[in-house]
Nanobody, 125 residues
């Protein structure tokens, strides 16, 4: 089981930026496909972005495309989610998840076995 820890959440004004990080201390994240999901109050969890293990190809949900960027930092053993031009509707708990089976990522929750505890992102003036 992969122990994932998210960090970087907080309160930001609309139009602002945040950088979330997903870290693991017991495994190398460059051996896993990693995804970010989010869950807003009263809503189901939804996919945000993912990065594949085989070639670092990425995928983004339409509602964040062009504003969010996912990337790996192998030296720090982290996967980051850079979030720009944040909107109030981006407010949610953000989770990272790991998939050790598939080479190419997707935004389907059921493909991910290991999850972090989440970090809160609040976009408000």
């Amino acid at each position: 089981q992969v122990q994932l820890v998210e960090s970087g959440g907080g309160l930001v004004q609309p139009g602002g930026s945040l950088r979330l990080s997903c870290a693991a201390s017991d495994v190398s994240l460059n051996m896993y496909t990693i995804a970010w999901f989010r869950q807003a109050p009263g809503k189901e969890r939804e996919g945000v972005s993912c990065i594949s293990v085989v070639d670092d190809s990425t995928e983004y949900a339409d509602y964040v495309k062009g504003r969010f960027t996912i990337s790996r930092d192998n030296d720090k053993n982290t996967v980051s989610l850079r979030m720009n031009r944040l909107k109030p509707e981006d407010t949610a708990v953000y989770y990272c998840a790991a998939d050790g089976l598939r080479d190419i990522c997707s935004l389907y929750e059921y493909e991910y076995d290991d999850w972090g505890q989440g970090t809160q992102v609040t976009v408000s003036s």
